[in-house]
């Protein structure tokens, strides 16, 4: 559970307003890396102060969607190709290790229970793409990580992918292209068939494949700051 999770409940609902709005404009790509999110003209946007609009750019940014840079103010998180490509060979190397210790840990009847939510998060990641919701794609991918990785109990491990798989996710929802749609369901249903089957060099491979095709579908050359204006970019006009 995130820092901003954490703190729900101590927000105003024109705070959760805020940062849905400015998260969702995130995922939906119409808020590109490196967008300044002025204090001001989100004030001016919402009717509300400064002290308002950076209580909500501090949830964000504790959920790593923005960056709060001394004497700059808050812009839209924006990572290097380097570091999109450091975040992915660390999953790689560490999802790896925690499938072998997954699938060698369990009995009959636990294989047979990570087989059901690892579908269960197939049937949302279906139902996601059906509704065309982007962010909830990204959610039910990283939710299928997740799962996989758990029954290997590792704390410390699975605390660190947990960050990664944060981390991979917001560089998902900002670099990959709309055509390639993340994390493919097809992808998961392949890995989940192996898995099944209980190969477990078999479905190592294929989850480094996997993987390795979400960051080659990366459009990395896309980290340029938007021109329109944050009331075009959160579709809202300002209040008087």
Not at 91 to 97: I, K, P
Not at 195 to 221: F, K, M, V
């Amino acid at each position: 559970m995130s820092a901003a999770t954490r703190h729900d409940t101590a927000e105003t609902p024109i705070d959760q307003q805020i940062r849905r709005d400015i998260a969702e404009a995130i995922y939906e790509q119409r808020m590109a890396p490196g967008t300044r999110l002025s204090e001001t003209g989100l004030g001016d946007i919402y009717g509300v102060s400064r002290t308002v609009v950076r209580k909500a750019l501090f949830h964000l940014a504790a959920d790593k969607l923005v960056d709060i840079r001394p004497n700059r103010g808050a812009v839209v998180w924006q990572p290097s190709p380097a570091e999109a490509h450091e975040v992915f060979a660390a999953r790689r190397l560490l999802e790896s290790t925690l499938l072998a210790d997954t699938l060698a840990g369990l009995d009959s009847t636990g294989h047979a229970r990570l087989v059901e939510r690892l579908q269960t998060c197939l049937n949302d990641d279906r139902a996601a793409h059906a509704a065309h919701d982007r962010q909830a794609m990204i959610r039910a991918s990283g939710d299928f990580h997740r799962r996989l990785a758990e029954p290997a109990g590792n704390s410390v491990l699975l605390e660190f992918l947990d960050e990664l798989i944060g981390r991979s996710s917001l560089i998902i929802a900002l670099f990959e292209t709309r055509e390639a749609g993340p994390c493919a369901e097809a992808d998961h249903e392949r890995l989940l068939a192996i898995i099944e089957r209980g190969d477990i060099g078999e479905a190592q491979a294929e989850l480094a494949a996997h993987l390795e095709d979400c960051e080659e579908r990366l459009n990395l050359s896309a980290a340029e700051t938007a021109s329109p204006s944050l009331s075009d970019l959160l579709g809202r006009t300002r209040r008087a």
